[in-house]
């Protein structure tokens, strides 16, 4: 692993492989070491997983601002910069999904595929969305107060993670392991700086996005399924993949099903893309 500097911050890094470049994005809590288990199904891409800011090894600064979106989005710019990759795919799950659409609506030259994991394109009601910042300040605060380990328990415990419990008790004693390693002041400014409330949504800006998307949910995670299906039709170049058998983390619970169409649909694009002839659109 390297620790890269970018516009003030460190961010750690772990690049693997040879190929077309693949920046991978984790959820909150992960880090890079969220996608380890699958790189073997990707070994035909030069693999990018990145610790976000305040998460893993990269930086923990103590200003909430410095997590804003828009703030990592820059970030991850020049950390391609930094790495001499013009083109990239992206895959990113729920919270990094976020930060993946966003980076591909910021800069779409930069990509040649997206993969969205359960992810949300933002909270449209407006008292939602200032409900959920409330939300999550309530929690950043509690992590600040209580401690990672207390965090965690109550964050598994969430019903929109019940169904891991189906997940092999070797994958979800590694995950509790890594998010353990999570730092208080990372976790809990990450909340207040880039938690979903903190954005503006971007549902009316998908039609502008020309770039392959393949767009992922578990059957079991109805709310995201829903995000999921409306993404895609309004996506001019989208595939949906339901995973039965499967909640909010897909790569946890389905790995096979989740490494299979996520490989299959890069080497596509990969393919149109040396090609030049892009993937058709709506």
Known sequence: MTRIAVNGVQLNVEQRGEGPAL????????????????????????????????????????????????????????????????????????????????????????????????????????????????????MADAIERDGVAAFIDRWQALPLFASQARAPASARQ????????????????SLRGMGAGAQQPVFDRLGELRTPALLLAGALDEKYCAFARRAASALP?????????????????????????VGEFLESCARSEERKEGVPCR
């Open 237 to 261: 170049c989208a595939r949906l993949r339901i995973v039965p058998d499967a909640g909010h983390a897909v790569h946890l619970e389905q790995p096979q099903a989740f490494d299979g169409a």
């Open 174 to 189: 590694a995950l509790r392991r890594q998010r353990l390693r999570n730092d208080p002041i990372g976790l809990s400014n």
């Open 23 to 138: 920046l991978l994005l984790h959820g909150f809590t992960g880090s890079g070491a969220t996608w380890t288990p699958h790189l073997e199904a990707w070994r035909g891409f030069t693999t990018v997983a990145v610790d976000l800011l305040g998460h893993g090894e990269s930086d923990r600064p103590r200003d909430p601002a410095r997590y804003r979106m828009e703030r990592c989005v820059d970030d991850l710019t020049a950390l391609l910069d930094q790495l001499g990759i013009r083109r990239a795919a992206v895959l990113g799950y729920s919270m990094g999904g976020r930060v993946a659409l966003r980076l591909a609506l910021h800069a779409p030259e930069r990509l040649w595929a997206l993969v969205l994991e359960s992810a949300s394109p933002g909270i449209e009601d407006a008292a939602e969305r200032e409900e959920r910042v409330r939300s999550d300040a309530a």
